[in-house]
């Protein structure tokens, strides 16, 4: 169980590789070749993507009856919401990325219309900031083993939230456009670094805490929730921007997301310090599990 986090860390450094990239090449394109013409680059690439997604196997766990998509959410939903660590996690990060999405939503604005800076700019400020991701996943197997579990989960979602805090501040300098950039990407490499050590252990404890049966409905039911509220966010950054101004908005939204952040501060899964001491904290009493077990498929 001790060499999950590390798997973990590992996976979410691929996906900040691609999140480093992107806009980096985003913006480029945007300066070099317009919008439509990089609309259709993107495009394309989602295309091959559906594509490559499409060639996959669709391999059934021997003993486990399948369910259609809406069972198996229903049922990984009341498995989470039955558990306190599981519900936590669930909240914790539904709140997280609604804040995330409805901060990033804002930014664009506020970075477009405010500080006056090109999308090549605003690119090359998100491009940097994934580097913090980056960084996040690969050391926070580390951190979590030289600390403890609960201390790297609930310190990287505040971190996270602290770091964003920073981007307003920028109005309070006279900064040439090289400094500007340099203090929003250095606020967002201290979000992506706290982020990664957040998302490395909340998934590692969603694999850990649920028995096996019952992985793929909890992750289903989770990522329904951490997802879903992504459009939410963006809808609510987009309509806080026109009935406050995006200068006062990204202070609503960054004081906000600093608040929430605090959600684990009140959970059990503070005080864990290894996960194998976390996920003790997910058994249900007589319901025949042992810590360190999972219980087989029916």
Not at 32 to 58: E, I, M
Not at 66 to 89: E, F, H
């Amino acid at each position: 169980m001790d060499s999950i986090p590390s798997a973990n860390g590992l996976h979410q450094a691929t996906y900040s590789v691609s999140q480093l990239a992107g806009p980096s090449a985003a913006g480029f394109l945007v300066g070099k070749l317009g919008l439509s013409p990089t609309f259709a680059v993107a495009a394309a690439f989602f295309v091959g993507a559906t594509l490559s997604g499409a060639l996959l196997r669709d391999v059934k766990a021997p003993g486990v009856p399948r369910q259609s998509a809406l069972r198996t959410i229903g049922s990984g939903l009341r498995y989470t919401w039955s558990l306190r660590p599981l519900r936590d996690l669930c909240t914790q990060a539904g709140l997280s990325n609604l804040h995330e999405q409805c901060f990033l939503t804002v930014f664009l604005i506020f970075a477009a219309r405010e500080l006056g800076l090109s999308g090549t700019a605003i690119g090359l400020v998100i491009g940097i900031g994934s580097a913090g991701a980056l960084a996040g996943s690969l050391v926070a197997a580390r951190i979590g083993a030289r600390t403890t579990v609960g201390r790297t989960l609930t310190g990287g979602v505040v971190l996270a939230a602290a770091g964003l805090l920073l981007v307003p501040l920028v109005v309070v300098f006279d900064l040439g456009v090289v400094a500007l950039v340099a203090l929003l990407a250095l606020a967002f490499v201290v979000n992506g670094f706290g982020v990664a050590l957040f998302n490395v252990f909340a998934v590692s404890l969603r694999q850990a805490i649920p028995p096996e049966h019952q992985l793929g409905a909890v992750t289903a039911s989770y990522r329904l929730v951490a997802l879903g509220t992504l459009p939410v966010g963006a809808f609510a950054g987009g309509a806080l921007s026109d009935a406050l101004g995006a200068d006062r908005a990204i202070w609503v939204v960054g004081v906000s997301y600093l608040c929430v952040s605090f959600w684990l501060m009140f959970s059990p899964l503070r005080s864990a310090t290894t996960l194998e001491q976390a996920r003790a904290l997910g058994v249900r009493p007589g319901s025949g599990e042992t810590v360190g077990e999972q219980t087989p498929a029916p």
